[in-house]
């Protein structure tokens, strides 16, 4: 059974770094084809795409993001780490990680953790 | 840059009726890459269709996906109370790599 769970702080104040850590059980991150990825949702918005890393460590970001996160994995702790720099208030958002592929080939999100609300207030 | 729309925002529905919700996206999508979920307040999302028609595991029947190139589509054949939720759909595959859909709201009339 895959299980993925977020932590990290509640609460970063503008112009901090946020450092986001998704936990997994379930699948290991050093088997081919498998991805994790980050998605945030701003409280009732929708849900925006943060970034994505690969069993063989290839990364993919948002362009818009780009400049501001970092994804790493830790495969002996089965974890996978964000970063975004310079955080302001329109950051703050429930943000989740979540496990793909479905399949070979079927690219989407097929376990989410519970998410994480982080709010970006001084 | 790709950009998926999905209307109508919002649906006011009576349980047991059947519903069709619409993605279009900007340019087209493969159906391989093409996925929607359902969200219930409080709640991460849930993967319901894969690959523009495929049901995820444990997803009823009476959820259905279909559509091609820029114009894809969810159909619930009979709503049941526990289907009243936002539904987003969600692209591989372009610029961004990933993207969502603003959503759609399953009201209960």
């Known amino acids: 059974q895959i299980t993925l769970k977020e932590s990290g702080p509640t609460l970063v104040k503008p112009t901090q770094t946020l450092t986001l850590t998704c936990t997994f059980s379930?699948?290991?991150?050093?088997?081919?084809?498998?991805?994790v990825g980050w998605i945030r949702q701003p409280p009732g918005k929708a849900l925006e795409w943060l970034a994505l890393?690969?069993?063989?460590?290839?990364?993919r970001y948002s362009p818009s993001l780009k400049s501001r996160l970092t994804i790493t994995k830790d495969t002996s702790k089965n974890q996978v780490v964000l970063t975004m720099t310079n955080v302001a208030p329109v950051d703050t958002a429930t943000y989740y990680c979540?496990?793909?592929?479905?399949?070979?080939?079927?690219?989407?999100?097929?376990?989410w953790g519970q998410g994480t609300l982080v709010t970006v207030s001084s | 840059e790709i950009v998926l729309t999905q209307s109508p925002g919002t649906l006011s529905l009576f349980p047991g009726e059947r519903v069709t919700l619409s993605c279009r996206a900007s340019?087209?999508?493969?159906?391989?890459?093409l996925a929607w979920y359902q969200q219930k307040p409080g709640q991460a999302p849930r993967l319901l269709i894969f690959?523009?028609?495929n049901r995820a595991t444990g997803i009823p029947d009476r959820f259905s996906g279909s559509g091609s190139g820029t114009d894809f589509s969810l159909t619930i054949s009979r709503l049941e109370p526990e289907d009243f939720a936002v539904y987003y759909c969600q692209q591989y595959g372009s610029t961004p790599l990933y993207s969502f859909g603003q959503g759609t709201k399953l009201e209960i009339k």
């Open positions: 979540a496990h793909g592929p479905y399949a070979p080939g079927f690219e989407a999100f097929d376990v």
């Open positions: 340019q087209s999508v493969s159906n391989t890459y």
């Open positions: 379930g699948f290991s991150l050093t088997t081919g084809g498998v991805n």
């Open positions: 890393i690969y069993w063989d460590d290839d990364k």
């Open positions: 690959g523009a028609s």
